[in-house]
C-alpha cells in the first residue's frame, strides 16, 4: 500500500509543471508519507507488545490456605511467587460464592441476576463474553481444563474441558466437542494439555488463555505421590469450630458442618468399597495405593471407635489433611506452567493471574463448603504479575470483585470494555498503589441457591471497610449487622441492638444504593417489602 502511494506520488511530481506547486505538493506528500509511516510502525509495535493473558482459576481453594496470605502450615511457593513477582490483592471478594455463577461472572463481568447464571447445575446460556471481544482484537483465546456452565464454550479458538466437575483421576475431557478419556492426575493432565497447546498455538498472535483448575473441589482426592503428605502434621483447630449460631438463625439452620454433613465414606475415603465412581475409574496401581493407604486410615478409625466431639475433630484433621494433599499438587503445578513461560522466554510478556472461583471454609463455624457472605467464602485468592506494569511486591487494599476480571483482562489487551459490564479494570490501581483512584467503599453479594445441597438461605448485602450487612430472605428470614472490626469471625450479630439503629439506617441507604446500581431488581422488590413490614 505505501509502494503504491509512493509511485502517485512521484508520478504527481514529475507531471507537474508548476515548480512552487510541486514544492506545495512535495511537502504535502511527505506529510502524509511520514504519517503513514508513523501509524504503520505504532500499529505494529503495539501489536507485537500486546501482552499474553495466562488467567488460572482454581476451584475452592481457601485464602488461609495459601502462604503470602498467611497460612503458617499449607505452602504454596508458586502462588507465592506470582504474588511477589507482582500483587497481592488482599481484599479480594465475589458476588454469589459458588462455583459455576462465579465462572459465569467470569466471563460476563456481570452479576448472577444479570448473566443468568445463579446456581449451579444451570446451562450457560450465549451472550457477550470477553472472549468475544478479544477474538475481535485479534486475540487468540482458549480454555483448558474445568468450567461447569453446563454448555460448551463460545468464544474461545480452543477449548479442551472437563465434563460438569470433573474427575480427579482418569478424566474425561472434550476437545472441542470430541470427549476422550485421558489417564493421570486431573492437576497434572490440565498442566499437560496447557503446555501442549500454548506448543502448538498461533504464534503470530497474543494469546488469552483460561487454565480452569479441577482442585481443590470436593472430595479432595490426592495424587498419589502426595499422598499422607500432612499425615504428620495436628491441625490448630479454629475457635470457631463448635459455633452455636446463636442470635444467626439462617446459619443455625445449615447442613454444611464436618461434624454432621461430611461424609466418612464419600468425602473422607473410610471404608470406601469401590462403588463409587471415582474409585471405578482407577487404574490397577492407582487402586492399589488408594486402597493401601486410606485402607490403614479406615482401620485406625474402627480401632480408636469415636464418637461426638473426638469424631468431630478426628474428622476436621482427616478433611485438612486431604484438602491440603489436593491443594499441593495445585501448587505444583502452577510452578510447572511458571516454569515453562520462563523456558519459553514468555515471562516478560505474559501478564498471569491467579483466582480461585470463591473462598472456602476450612473448619471455621464448624463448615467445609462456601456460599455465605460471610468472610471466608466472600473473599477469594486473587494474585497477579504483570512484568514491567505491577511493581514487585505491591499490596491492593482496595475492594476488589470478581465482576472486575473480565474488565481486567480487556483493559490488559487494549481492548474496549462493553458498557454494559458491571466491573471496572483494576489497572488504575497499580499507579501509586491506587492511592489517587476514586474507587468503590462496598462490596455488593446476592447469594441463591437453596435448599440443597448445604441448606444455605439465600441473601443479599454489603461488606464496607468496617461493617457487614445481610439481609436473609425465603425460608429463614433475617437481618444481620457484624462489626468487623470488633468482631471479625462474626459471631455477634448485632442487628437488633437499639444503639445500632443509626448505623443500621445508613447501611440499608447504602445497600439500596448498590442494588439500584447493579439493577438486582429481585433483591429491591425484597429489601422494599422487608421495609414496610413492622419490625
Ligand atoms: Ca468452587
Redesign the pocket.
Known sequence: MIVVTVNKIVQMIISSKAIMKNLYCCFFCMFILSYINFSYSQTNQSSANRPNILFII???HAYQEIGVYGSKIAKTPNIDRIAKEGAIFRNSFVTN????P?RATLLTGKYSHLNGYKANEGKFVDQPTFPKVLQQSNYQTAWIGKM?LGSLPKGFDYFNILPGQGMYYNPDFIENGDTTRIEGYVTNVITKLTTDWLDKRDKTKPFCLVVGEKAT?REWLPDIQDLGAFDNVEFPLPSTFFDDYKGRIAAANNDMTIDKTMLLKGDLKIHNDNTTGVYRRLTGNQKKAYEDYYGKISKEFDEKNLSGESLAKWKYQRYMRDYLSTAKSLDRNIGHILDYLDNKGLAKNTVVIYV???G?YMGEHGWFD?RWMYEESLRTPFVMRYPGVIKPGTFIDKFAINIDWAPTILDIAGAKVPQDMQGVSLLPLFNSNGKNTAWRNEVYYHYYEYPRPHRVSPHFGIRTDRYKLICFYGEKKAWELFDLQKDPRELNNLYDKTENAKTIAQLKERLLRQIKKYNDDEALQIFEKSQSLPT
Do not use: N, P, T
Open positions: 482454581s476451584d475452592d460464592s459458588i462455583c459455576g462465579s461447569h473441589h480461585s472461583d470463591q472456602f462456601k
